[in-house]
């Protein structure tokens, strides 16, 4: 499958993130999801948009919708790639002295429960056959993986080279 649109994401440098993305918390929006998804952080309340950097946007909702259409929304609630698990948050990363990815809202998480920050890949949820699709998604947008790229911090997708 090739990307609707070839991407061409930044590197991952802080310098090359702002001179495309701008700084921290800037030229956000509020995306729309194909489908409900519910806060890892408070399973019971279900949310239909949340905030990312506009230049994702476009792309964010192509994956969303792609996994829509080839997993539907029961498999979905089955796999829990419904459980959103963070975009947009201006912070440092976890236990770093780098800015987050998420500072900029070109990050976004899934599925954290399952998928551990320091967890190997191999033993994250999306390392089983049946996410393979949805982090092809991700690929085909031209999106970091974090779980394929690192070996761990498999809920971590993010809009850079």
Known sequence: MQALQRNNWPANRIRDIRRFYGNEGENQCKLDTPYPVYLAWQPDKYITRFTCHEKVADSLYRIMQR???Y???DEIQRLRIDEFSGCLNVRKARGKQWISRHSFG?????L???NRLKQPFEDSAFSHPDYDEFLNFYEYENWLVGGRRWGRDACHFQATQ
Do not use: H, K, S
């Open 67 to 69: 996994t829509l259409d």
């Open 71 to 73: 997993y539907g929304i």
């Open 106 to 110: 070109c990050a976004v998480d899934w």
């Open 112 to 114: 954290y429960t399952e």
